[in-house]
């Protein structure tokens, strides 16, 4: 696979970087700067890479509520960080401006980016209304920044939406795959950090056709083991942090113990 071939390992453990909120922001506190956010991503990163994670996800997670269209300073804002981390950075690493797939793309070729995380298909109904996308456009906008090497990770269900069309999981993948060209499939819980379902993972793995299939949300030191038995890698974000809370910084003790968890699990392989 090519998991393998990147991030240099089998079952590879991607870290959610989830820069805290940036100018514009509703979160964005009075007295903040770009660099109070930088600050605090350098140390979150140096702490991920440290504790033996295989790549890194960027997101703006604390963008909330999320935009439709997202603004051009949030844009601006996650470029000058990511380009004041790029030579910190030791492994391969993605973008994800949530729910923005094209601006993920603009991003990633900006920064120099991996792969890119997003909800790139579908129309889906949530808190922030009705969000339909348009992979068409998208793949477009990456064939002509000549991204080819770029891997898209498709969310195959987005956390805290649902589809306006009812479809079985099974129909969604062999879809996505057959329109879409996906470099790898994304299961999710039903909100950030909620765990993903290992029936669902191994329902779309059976579907997947080869194509990675990646445990999105939910993976904690407890289960990992679990989850990498049905699925071709994980992406961990709130497992990372003090506490196992969402909206805390990350702790570098709960990074060493959840990757050493993973070693162990590799070794048997």
Not at 3 to 10: A, N, P, Q
Not at 96 to 123: E, H, K, Q
Not at 231 to 260: Q, S
Request: one cysteine or more; hydrophobic letters at 45%.
């Amino acid at each position: 696979m090519w998991t393998e071939t990147l991030f240099g390992v089998r079952k590879p453990i991607i870290a959610l970087l989830h820069l805290r909120a940036l100018p514009g922001d509703p979160l964005f506190q009075a007295g903040a700067t770009i660099q109070t956010v930088l600050a605090e991503a350098r140390r979150e990163l140096h702490d991920l890479q440290e504790g033996g994670v295989d790549g890194i996800l960027i997101a703006n997670e604390f963008s909330l509520p999320y935009e439709k269209r997202v603004s051009a300073v949030t844009v601006a804002a996650m470029g000058y960080i990511i380009g004041a981390l790029r030579e910190e950075i030791r492994v391969p690493f993605g973008v994800n401006i949530v729910s923005n797939p094209m601006a993920s793309v603009d991003l990633a070729a900006a920064t120099g980016a991996d792969f890119i995380r997003s909800a790139f298909t579908g129309a889906y109904v949530g808190e922030g209304g009705i969000i339909d996308t348009d992979i068409a456009a998208v793949m477009r906008r990456k064939k002509a920044l000549g991204l080819g090497h770029v891997k898209l990770l498709f969310k195959v269900n987005p956390e805290s939406d649902v589809y306006l069309a009812e479809r079985s999981i099974e129909r969604i993948t062999k879809s996505i795959i057959f329109h879409c060209f996906p470099d790898g499939l994304c299961v999710s819980g039903d909100s950030a950090g909620t765990e993903a379902d290992s029936a669902l993972i191994q329902r779309v793995r059976a579907a997947a056709e080869g194509i990675p299939v990646l445990c999105n949300t939910g993976c904690c030191v407890e289960n990992i083991r679990e989850k990498l038995e049905y699925c071709d890698g994980a992406c961990v974000g709130t497992a990372f942090k003090k506490d196992g809370e969402f909206h805390n910084c990350v702790d570098a003790k709960r990074v060493a113990a959840f990757m050493e968890r993973v070693r162990e699990f590799r070794e048997g392989l």
